[in-house]
């Protein structure tokens, strides 16, 4: 749960599972109700992933969401700190210590193994009913079973015991003034099932008035039977998209061996504080993230970033929870724990994303608000047309009614429900998997229409490092030793990269720094203060320009530097240039061969930076970028990343620090590097947990992939239902004599649902 402020108005984000849906249409029951909850402002119900979110007001209680859920016909859970509950308010407790995810898994267990045990009932009573219904074809088969009381008597539990979830479902739907899938099979299945009942019970009403003494149990039994089946493989294929977060999960470890009172002692990584010194040996799994403190050792972190060499780490090195410890022994100060940690950061929005919606999802999120009301009219208009059309009323009846059942049965909105969150859950996790983490469906869906990407220079193509490779006297007032120590004493007050660049030389060379006063930060131009009564400024042209300090003497020299792609400031006193110093940064190894595959697929290349036109280019034509946005402040990125919207094409922006957080949110596709800093990947789409640019197509790729086999869902689905109902309604009777048989159509409904969980599992093997 998390509290967000907008226009000065706190309200509450919060995330809980569902237990009990059967169709996107009980989905939609649930986010109606919750809608209703006094003080929600915005709720949202994920059929696929079996969860709800909502915005509200902080006085909103789980109690009162849960029995609003409760009053739809489901169940939700909740756990606060002391105990899990869902199900009614007060809140049912469902057992003490258990997570919610626990709880849900075991919530879907037992409604498998129950479904599982009605699916075995329902499938041999209806072998049994459809064998006594056809004793000419089965001669084998007692003659008892095809006495109509025994029919009736086999029939029933399975349309009321193994049945009674969609009589349930469909009560409340009607309670609630809501029609889901349910609705159509209980009105199907009760249709035949009643009618037999009646002409069993009271066959001198239908001697009377001419009509057939035609059973249908089998038709009803078969029906239900089938329909169960399909459920049950569907929830079972459905339990695999959401396979990442188990594996995520399965990646933490149980126990940390923490250092107390002078003794290590095993405990569990949920009684690990922040600040407690931890010691991790040769093949262990660090418990949580924190600061290496003593030792180094090589840790293979590609569960995390998806890099697959073991990084070398020491004394002042972050380490990352969950991943393995290779070769030395070494002690670290716990700095994240809980929920805090990167990994949990990363199940939370892995979890999220597959929750949300994707923009394409709305088209068959109104089909289906509509679908269920259309279809009881079309089936009352088919046994009305055939009733009436059919000129013996004998014939009519028996056409009409099977063909109302077939039209009731075949129309399932399930497969329209699961087009989109399925292909969604399964990308997400494969995203996860891969060191790609993707914020929101919405993110996935337009990152394969970029046709521009941004990059940032530093710390983005370049490793964020840069190193001092030349210091240049320009006065015979100082010599290189004294205009480093003057830069340093300046830089010791800034955190920009380019001043730790010249306190790791000063420290390298052993030059010694004294302590300025009146210290101040130029945003994208430099820093001054005042040393020893003289006024120092370390930083670029504009710095210069806006300070009137001459520079034309040395331009020359700064050229030649800046030719060689390096970047050049200003060390200037008393409004003289006492000389130059020059700073290179460098290239991420994948850099050259991210751009290479972005161009391939014809996506215009951008860098941006705040260097100099000449370094820019530089640094840009080493890595193949023929578009270069240079010289430009901190402030003005998200401006840059506008103008290259405005043209009507979709912008994916790529960068890693502060000053990069207003063009992640400005652009299209916002993409964080995972190393950078929390307030840049709270500002993207998609964070990069590794260092590797080639990601960034990889992510392009992905959400190219799932968009392929959401329009292949959706098309399925929609298709299937254009097809089948009217060949349900019979209109190719007339033609070839081809009426639907319900238990086909009730096949065919569970075979729909199945093949569109089926079809987004195969995101599961694509390569990225």
């Known amino acids: 749960m998390e509290k967000s402020s907008s226009n000065n108005q706190q309200f509450t984000r919060k995330s809980f599972p569902i237990v009990g849906m059967h169709c996107a249409s009980c989905a939609r029951l649930i986010e109606r109700k919750l809608s209703k909850t006094p003080g929600v402002i915005n709720a949202s119900v994920n059929y696929a992933s079996e969860n709800a979110s909502i915005e509200s007001d902080p006085s909103v209680t789980d109690d009162q969401l849960a029995k609003s859920v409760e009053e739809a016909g489901y169940k939700a859970i909740f756990v606060d700190s002391t105990h899990p509950r869902g199900g009614v308010a007060p809140a049912a407790h469902l057992g003490g210590g258990k997570t919610v995810d626990e709880i849900k898994e075991e919530e879907k267990r037992k409604e ?114 089938l329909i169960l089946l399909g459920r049950y493989l569907e929830a079972r294929a459905k339990v695999h998209t959401s ?251 800034s955190e920009h990269a380019l001043a730790e660049a010249i306190l790791e030389n000063a420290k390298k060379e052993k030059v010694e720094h004294g302590k300025v006063n009146k210290f101040k930060a130029i945003s994208g131009k430099g820093v001054e203060g005042f040393y020893s009564d003289h006024k120092l400024l370390l930083g670029n042209r504009s710095l210069m320009i806006d300070e009137k300090i001459e520079y034309k003497d040395v331009d020359q020299e700064v050229e030649r530097l800046e030719d060689e792609g390096k970047t050049v400031v200003f060390l200037a006193q008393d409004e003289e240039v006492l000389g130059l110093i020059a700073v290179a940064d460098t290239l991420k190894e994948s850099a050259k061969e991210a751009v290479e595959a972005l161009k391939r697929e014809h996506i215009e290349v951008w860098m941006i930076t705040g260097d100099n036109s000449r370094t820019a280019s530089a640094i840009a034509k080493q890595v193949g970028i023929d578009n270069v946005l240079a010289e430009v402040l901190p402030d003005e990125k998200s401006q840059k990343v506008n103008e290259l919207k405005s043209g009507g094409k979709i912008v994916a922006f790529a960068g890693d620090g502060i000053n990069d957080a207003p063009a992640l949110a400005s652009s299209d596709v916002g993409i964080a590097m995972g190393t950078g800093t929390d307030i840049a990947m709270e500002s993207a789409g998609i964070t990069l947990l590794s260092q590797d640019l080639r990601k960034v197509k990889s992510a392009i790729l992905l959400s190219k992939k799932t968009l392929s086999v959401i329009k292949q869902n959706l098309v399925w689905a929609f298709g299937y239902n254009v097809i089948l109902i009217p060949v349900a309604m019979g209109v190719l009777y007339p033609f070839i004599g081809l009426l639907l048989n319900p238990a086909l159509a009730a096949f065919a409904m569970a075979a729909s649902s199945i093949s569109v969980v089926g079809n987004s599992l195969r995101l599961k093997g694509i390569k990225i």
């Open 243 to 493: 396979d990442a977060i188990k594996k995520l999960l399965q990646l933490q470890a149980k126990t940390a061996r923490v250092l107390r009172e002078g003794q290590e002692v095993d405990v569990p990584i949920e009684e690990v504080r922040v600040g407690e010194i931890i010691r991790v040996r040769p093949g262990e799994k660090i418990p949580v993230d924190g600061e290496i403190t003593e030792g180094a050792s090589s840790i293979d972190e590609s569960m995390i970033t998806g890099e697959s060499m073991p990084i070398d780490k020491t004394v002042g090195d972050t380490v990352i929870g969950s991943t393995i410890n290779k070769s030395g022994s070494f002690l670290f100060k716990a700095t994240k724990v809980g929920s805090e940690t990167i990994l949990a950061n990363i199940v939370k929005m892995v979890a999220e994303a597959q929750s949300s919606r994707a923009p394409i999802q709305r088209l068959a999120d109104v089909v289906s608000s509509y679908f269920v009301p259309i279809v009881l009219m079309i089936a009352v208009v088919t046994f009305v047309v055939w009733y009436v059309m059919t000129p013996s009323g004998v014939e009519g009846i028996s056409l009409a009614l099977t063909s109302t059942i077939a039209v009731l049965i075949i129309a399932c909105p399930c497969a329209l429900g699961l087009a989109t969150p399925t292909a969604i859950m399964v990308a997400t996790g494969k995203g996860a998997e891969n060191g790609i983490l993707i914020k929101d469906a919405a993110t996935l869906e337009v990152a394969n229409k970029v046709k521009v990407a941004v990059f940032d220079k530093t710390g983005t193509l370049t490793e964020g490092k840069p190193k001092v490779t030349d210091i240049v006297p320009t006065q015979n007032k100082v010599d290189w030793k004294e205009m480093l120590s003057l830069a340093a004493s300046l830089e010791a007050g």
């Open 112 to 225: 498998l193994a129950d479904l599982k045990k009605k699916v075995i009932f329902s499938m041999v009573f209806s072998a049994l009913i459809f064998a006594g219904s056809f004793p000419e074809w089965f001669s084998f088969i007692p003659k008892i079973l095809s006495d109509p009381y025994v029919l009736l008597v086999l029939t029933t539990p399975v349309q009321f015991w193994a049945g009674r979830g969609f009589y349930l479902a469909t009560w409340s739907g009607l309670r609630n003034r809501a029609a889901s899938m349910d609705t159509l099979i209980a009105v199907g299945t009760s249709a035949a099932y009643f009618f037999s009942t009646f002409g069993v019970l009271f066959p001198q009403v239908f001697d009377r008035f001419g009509i057939p003494m035609d059973m249908y149990f089998d038709t009803a039994a078969v029906i239900m039977a």
